[in-house]
T-cell receptor
Framework: EAQVTQNPRYLITVTGKKLTVTCSQN?????MSWYRQDPGLGLRQIYY???????DKGDVPEGYKVSRKEKRNFPLILESPSPNQTSLYFC????????????FGPGTRLTVT | AQKVTQAQTEISVVEKEDVTLDCVYE???????LFWYKQPPSGELVFLIR??????QNEISGRYSWNFQKSTSSFNFTITASQVVDSAVYFC?????????????FGKGTKLTVNP
């Protein structure tokens, strides 16, 4: 089944404790992206990747890191999480770029206390 | 810079009513794509439609229809004879083709509640 998976689905952590949210797709997609969803703000793009080893900032990259060492994986790293990063996070992938239909993962609800 | 505005934060209708969700966009690019996504209460994001800037034909898919008007920079979404299952948050999004087609910008979403 073609899908985007994210882990964990739910995470509660404390300020400053490094964490990684994994994202994996099995569709051989070139483009992958991370978004955060906050009430009243919609979805905002954090980082995206056009291909392996090619990543770039979206609109809200501060406090996040990403890597794309393999085509299928695009982990989101929070080196020192803060309460303002409490949010619902979505990973997405598409065939080539942002002009294509995005396939979204199920979401990761992160709470930073 | 690209921008998407969904002015309607929440809409509530009674089943079988028609409802239109508005989407207004801003872009300096002549080539761009517009999208609508649905987020039901279960939380997943579901693709509904993609339309490129050169195709202004209206699209109909069952009870769903989309009206794209470049003159007003709008890409509105109409649900005819709404049903309870249409209750969701709907997002409009825009991606410009220039610069490698890298970013996707979403509106803030419209929460639609269809009451029985």
């Amino acid at each position: 089944e073609a899908q985007v998976t994210q882990n964990p689905r739910y995470l509660i952590t404390v300020t400053g404790k490094k964490l990684t949210v994994t994202c994996s797709q099995n569709m051989n997609h070139e483009y992958m992206s991370w978004y955060r969803q906050d009430p009243g703000l919609g979805l905002r793009q954090i980082y995206y990747s056009m291909n392996v080893e090619v990543t770039d900032k979206g609109d809200v990259p501060e406090g996040y890191k990403v890597s794309r060492k393999e085509k299928r994986n695009f982990p989101l790293i929070l080196e020192s999480p803060s309460p303002n990063q409490t949010s619902l996070y979505f990973c997405a992938s598409s065939y080539q770029d942002s002009l294509d239909e995005q396939y979204f993962g199920p979401g990761t609800r992160l709470t930073v206390t | 810079a690209q921008k998407v505005t969904q002015a309607q934060t929440e809409i509530s209708v009674v089943e079988k009513e028609d409802v239109t969700l508005d989407c207004v966009y801003e872009t300096r690019d002549t080539t761009y794509y517009l999208f609508w996504y649905k987020q039901p209460p279960s939380g997943e994001l579901v693709f509904l439609i993609r339309r490129n800037s050169f195709d202004e034909q209206n699209e109909i898919s069952g009870r769903y229809s989309w009206n794209f008007q470049k003159s007003t920079s709008s890409f509105n979404f109409t649900i005819t004879a709404s049903q309870v299952v249409d209750s969701a948050v709907y997002f409009c999004a825009l991606s410009e083709a220039k610069g490698g087609s890298e970013k996707l910008v979403f509106g803030k979403g419209t929460k639609l509640t269809v009451n029985p």
